[in-house]
């Protein structure tokens, strides 16, 4: 084998730097480069089909396979609700329903339509 190591929240290779990193290398790289240019248009595509988007947090770009509808960013560690695309709590964190997504909050209804519970 090539004997590198694939990022599986972003599906490349960047040893030696974080996804933020990385993906800020990326928009600096595709002035220049078409494979840069190409991974940059993938992401950019995944995130207008709702399969990406970029954390409320930091901006990285995270993804969301299947599964819990809560997710932690691997970077900043914000916790954050799919459905929405923004943070689970308010600003005071966990437990916070002062801001957030509020998902049962009010009389145990849920923060979208598309919600699965489970957050």
């Known amino acids: 084998g090539c004997k590198h190591w694939i990022c599986m929240t972003c599906v490349a290779v960047h040893e030696g730097q974080n996804c933020l990193e990385y993906q800020e290398d990326l928009k600096l790289r595709a002035m220049n480069d078409a494979t840069a240019r190409k991974d940059q248009e993938h992401l950019e595509e995944m995130i207008k089909r709702r399969e990406a988007m970029y954390c409320p947090g930091c901006r990285v770009i995270i ?4 599964g819990c509808d809560w997710l932690q960013c691997t970077q900043c560690k914000m916790e954050i609700c799919w459905p929405t695309r923004g943070p689970r709590w308010g600003p005071g964190g ?23 519970n489970c957050h």
């Open 63 to 66: 993804q969301k396979l299947s």
């Open 94 to 116: 966990r437990g916070d329903t002062s801001g957030g997504c509020r998902c049962r909050a009010d009389k145990g209804k849920l923060c979208t339509k598309d919600c699965q």
